[in-house]
């Protein structure tokens, strides 16, 4: 079956960098597009970040445009989450998921498969 696992969560101090990985298997990674999301205990699951099958075209959350930087490698099955210039209203459980889409998927309802989540908390 689809599992994906996220590493690379932490504290970290705000200003500071941390950088997400995502690990597929069960799943011809090539053909699913690829988000970030976040979640805490006072929101929904928000979007993040998307990345095309080929990694060719890349959305962002307002929120963190200039500031946060998806890629993945598909030799590898893997996707990741470059986040550089961290604040503290950047902390939550982070997951990846996986989309059967051809375009960029920002809605969380489309994504078929999750990680598990990995916490990320930024002090200020």
């Known amino acids: 079956q689809v599992q994906l696992v996220e590493s690379g969560g932490g504290l970290v101090q705000a200003g500071g960098s941390l950088r997400l990985s995502c690990a597929a298997s069960?799943?011809?990674?090539?053909?699913?597009?690829m988000g970030w999301f976040r979640q805490t205990p006072e929101k929904e699951r928000e979007f993040v970040a998307a990345?095309?099958?080929?990694?060719?075209?890349?959305s962002y959350a307002d929120s963190v445009k200039g500031r946060f930087t998806i890629t993945r490698d598909n030799a590898k099955n893997t996707v990741a989450l470059q986040m550089n210039s961290l604040k503290p209203e950047d902390t939550a459980v982070y997951y990846c998921?996986?989309?059967?889409?051809?375009?960029?998927?920002?809605?969380?309802?489309?994504?078929?498969?999750w990680g598990q989540g990995t916490q990320v908390t930024v002090s200020s």
């Open positions: 998921g996986a989309v059967l889409s051809p375009v960029l998927v920002t809605r969380s309802e489309l994504y078929g498969a």
């Open positions: 069960g799943l011809t990674f090539s053909n699913y597009g």
């Open positions: 990345i095309t099958r080929s990694g060719s075209s890349t």
